[in-house]
Antibody
Framework: QVQLVQSGAEVKKPGASVKLSCKVS????????IHWVRQAPGQGLEWMGW????????RYSQKFQGRASITRDASATTVYVEMSSLRGDDTAVFFC?????????????WGQGSLVSVSS | ETLLTQSPGTLSLSPGERATLSCRAS???????LAWYQQKPGQSPTLLIY???TRASDIPDRFSGSGSGTDFTLTISRLEPEDFAVYYC?????????FGGGTKVEI
C-alpha cells in the first residue's frame, strides 16, 4: 500500500518562497510519477506539474512554469515542490499525488495536503 | 490545452436518488484518459473511476462512468449519505493534465 505523507502548514509573507515535502512509502519509488495539485480555499483542483521519480525529469502546467520547481531525493523517497514569489492568492492547500508507472495514468493515491497561508 | 467543463455546478438530491454528473471536454479526448475523483470537506480527493468506466479499488458498484469523445458522465445509481461530496473529472492523457471545475452533490 503506497502512502504519501506531506509536511505541515506554512505561513509566509508575500514575495517569499515555500518548499513542501511529500514522503512516499510502499511500492517502488523509482517507478512512479508524482504530481502536485493546488486547491485554493473553496475552489477546485489545479494540476501544477509532475516529476518522474526515477530519473528526475519534470513537466509543469503552463500556469506554474517558472514559479514552481519540483525535485526529488530518491534516497529519502521524498518529492518536493518549491513555489517562489508568493502572493496572497497563492494561499491554498497543496496535495501530492501518485500516478502510475509511466504517464497516462490517473492519480491513485494522495497525500493529506499542506496548507500554505500567504499574508503580510 | 483541453478544458473540462462540469455541469451542473451543484446537484441537490436526496438519499436513494440517482445522480448524473456531466463533464464536457473542449476537444475530443481518448476515453482511456478520463478519471473521476470524490472529495469530501477537509479531505484529500479519492480516485473513483479511471479510463472513463473502470472503478478504482474498493469503489462500490453504485458508481459508474460512461462517455466518449467530448462528453463523459458519472452516475451514482442510489445516493448513500456518504456520497454527498464534490466530484471532479480529470484528463490525464496529455502534456497538460486539467481538472474540471467540480460538481457539488448536496442534500
Amino acid at each position: 500500500q503506497v502512502q504519501l505523507v506531506q509536511s505541515g502548514a506554512e505561513v509566509k509573507k508575500p514575495g517569499a518562497s515555500v518548499k513542501l515535502s511529500c514522503k512516499v512509502s510502499g511500492g517502488d519509488f523509482s517507478k512512479y510519477f508524482i504530481h502536485w495539485v493546488r486547491q485554493a480555499p473553496g475552489q477546485g483542483l489545479e494540476w501544477m506539474g509532475w516529476i518522474n521519480a526515477g530519473i528526475g525529469n519534470t513537466r509543469y502546467s503552463q500556469k506554474f512554469q517558472g514559479r514552481a520547481s519540483i525535485t526529488r531525493d530518491a534516497s529519502a523517497t521524498t518529492v518536493y515542490v518549491e513555489m517562489s514569489s508568493l502572493r496572497g492568492d497563492d494561499t491554498a492547500v497543496f496535495f501530492c499525488a501518485r500516478g502510475g508507472q509511466g504517464l497516462g495514468r490517473p492519480f491513485f493515491n494522495w497525500g493529506q495536503g499542506s496548507l500554505v497561508s500567504v499574508s503580510s | 490545452e483541453t478544458l473540462l467543463t462540469q455541469s451542473p455546478g451543484t446537484l441537490s438530491l436526496s438519499p436513494g436518488e440517482r445522480a448524473t454528473l456531466s463533464c464536457r471536454a473542449s476537444q475530443t479526448i481518448a476515453a482511456s484518459y478520463l478519471a473521476w475523483y470524490q472529495q469530501k470537506p477537509g479531505q484529500s480527493p479519492t480516485l473513483l473511476i479511471y479510463g472513463t468506466s473502470t472503478r478504482a479499488s474498493d469503489i462500490p458498484d453504485r458508481f459508474s462512468g460512461s462517455g466518449s469523445g467530448t462528453d463523459f458522465t458519472l452516475t451514482i445509481s442510489r445516493l448513500e449519505p456518504e456520497d454527498f461530496a464534490v466530484y471532479y473529472c480529470h484528463h490525464y492523457g496529455d502534456s497538460q493534465l486539467p481538472f474540471g471545475g467540480g460538481t457539488k452533490v448536496e442534500i
